[in-house]
């Protein structure tokens, strides 16, 4: 019985060409900028490495030597600092720590005490290792001119209108408002005057490129990026694949599938509905026996690692990267809206394949009837271990996939539900222009037909200084606010106002002294005295009658 997660087998998992209905050629871009994120993440590994191991002198053989470690005690320190690490997290194990030692001895990052590298034959021992002396910090390579041909026009204007938009942007900054998108030139058929756009049909093409527009604003405005260019072509994003997944939907969000020779076989299904549903199933009719939900847990990893690409796909590897970076406590928010949109970005049967993995696992994670799955290891481990790079890897091997793809697919793994959600706002969005475009009316003949984007405006970041600046201020205008509703209030009578007063004083003596700085303005606030009341009991003067009769 073999181990359902081997580091060594899953490394020699390449890259294969996608489904034949996709291009060939949607892999090739991108290759750059994932090299450049993924090589400025390892010379980070490698140099803080380089720069904290301790290193001591060691005996081996009756001989000693100084300046070295052993790589059980590199072990120790490299995985205690991965585990820290946001862009890594705590769910690094040991073994992929001392796989990272062996990526380390083969690029001569580290080399043993007797100068050898080049092989990844460390172990987790007492094998003394040291620094070289040349540096081992990867050069960032530079994108390929021949990767951005397609899009070099569009260089400076990532978000270009539809085909009526003939002038780019003027304005880069997302972050405000995107009121100053250009007008088309009237170079169009002109129409009567009495023709408007209400009556005039908008073109399928045109719905696609308001869908990619949207998506690709919204998009940049998450991440706070000043271009997408590196990440994300607007060529990548496939509106039909979105509309798909946000339309057809069962009832609890996940994709349904027209051509059912693209879902997931019957047999797997059943596998994942039985460790899902443990031990409540009814679907597997056989007696079950000892191991049996271990077998059947491989069988579910057998098939998702069979698969010829991971279920995020090589074309949006870089994307998914660039978010790890907002998988921290304050940031979940917005890494759960990124992520949102980007899983939307995916074929239909990807995104079915994802929305069912990640439900099962969660299911299994938190199930405690679920019996061990693995002799030496935790339930969640073993699932984030023997999925993750089904879910992520780079099609070109790098030396920190594995890190990368597990601290990834345990932040789906939590926040599954929410990550695979409909976003509502886009489909707004996008009918909000639409039924904008078509409402507009031509006033002249000749006037030009504004086919921009409808305006939104987005929160720009502060800084926590300018937060709490503005938190005091608004929050002294509302308390201030209520002193003046008080001095207003004509249904108080005087001793209620004065008693009224006298207590926001003393909760808000500063605001009550801006407001009365002297007693005098105090006083004028109160002068006019109630006039006097008539008293409710009349006294008359008796009348005196005559003892006479």
Partial sequence: ????????????????????????????????????????????????????????????????????????????????????????????????????????????????????????????????????????????????????????????????????????????????????????????????????????????????????????????????????????????????????????????????????AEDLPHWVLSAMKCLAYWPRNNDMSQATYSGFERDVFRTVADYFHSLPEPLLTFEYYELFVNILDLLQPHLERIAVEALQICCLLLPPPNRRKLQLLLRMMARISGNVDMPRLHDAMGTRSLLIQTFSRCVLRCAQEEDLDELLSTRLVSFLMDHQQEILQVPAYLQVAVQDHLEYLKMAQCKQEKEEICAILPTYSYCKQITPQEFEEQKVSTSQAAVAELLENIIKDKNLSVKDKKKKLKQFQKEYPQIYASRFPTTETEALLLENKPTIKQPMLSLRKPKFRSLRY
């Fill in 1 to 260: 019985m073999r181990v359902p997660w081997d580091p060594l087998l899953l490394s020699r998992h390449t890259g294969a060409p996608g489904p034949p209905r996709r291009s060939s050629g949607r892999c090739t871009r991108g290759f750059s900028g994932r090299a450049r994120s993924v090589s400025a993440q390892w010379n980070e590994v490698t140099r803080h490495f380089r720069a904290g191991m301790p290193l001591r002198r060691h005996r081996q053989r009756f001989r000693s030597h100084g300046g070295c470690f052993t790589a059980a005690e590199a072990a120790d320190w490299l995985h205690q600092v991965l585990r820290s690490n946001s862009s890594f997290g705590p769910d690094v194990t040991r073994q992929q720590t001392v796989q990272l030692l062996r990526k380390f001895l083969k690029n001569h990052v580290i080399e043993d005490i007797k100068g050898r590298w080049g092989a990844e034959n460390l172990e987790d021992n007492g094998a003394l290792y040291r620094f070289p002396s040349t540096s081992p910090v990867k050069p960032l390579p530079s994108p390929p001119r021949e990767n951005l041909e397609n899009f070099s026009g569009d260089k400076g204007k990532p978000f270009k209108l539809p085909s009526s938009s003939k002038r780019a942007l003027r304005k880069p900054e997302f972050l405000q408002s995107l009121e100053n998108l250009a007008r088309p030139k009237p170079d169009v058929i002109q129409e009567k005057k009495e023709d408007t756009l209400q009556g005039r049909k908008i073109s399928q093409e045109y719905v696609q490129e308001t869908w990619r527009n949207i998506i690709l604003i919204h998009l940049q405005t998450i991440l706070g990026l000043p271009s997408l260019e590196e990440v994300l072509q607007p060529a990548q994003i496939i509106p039909e694949f979105v509309m798909y997944n946000m339309s057809s939907t069962s009832k609890h969000g996940v994709v349904i599938l027209q051509d059912k």
